[in-house]
């Protein structure tokens, strides 16, 4: 099962130790899902603070 996350800091410390970010993108929502070794780590924000998370995750962004 999937870990919802809702610490945009926690996230972000999450993921230095992910594999991959996968950005799905919807029209009121953007979806972040970290893949680490063990759990999936999701987060939901909304499109204008996306493209500011996203620029400062340390690991691969994969867009879907």
Do not use: H, Q, W
């Amino acid at each position: 099962m999937p870990a919802e996350v809702t610490d945009v800091e926690r996230f972000v410390k999450l993921s230095e130790r992910a594999e991959y970010c996968l950005v799905k993108r919807s029209r009121n929502v953007v979806k972040l899902k970290l893949r680490t070794a063990r759990r999936l780590y999701t987060l939901k924000v909304k499109p204008e603070d996306a493209e500011g998370i996203l620029s400062r995750i340390g690991c691969e962004i994969r867009e879907i």
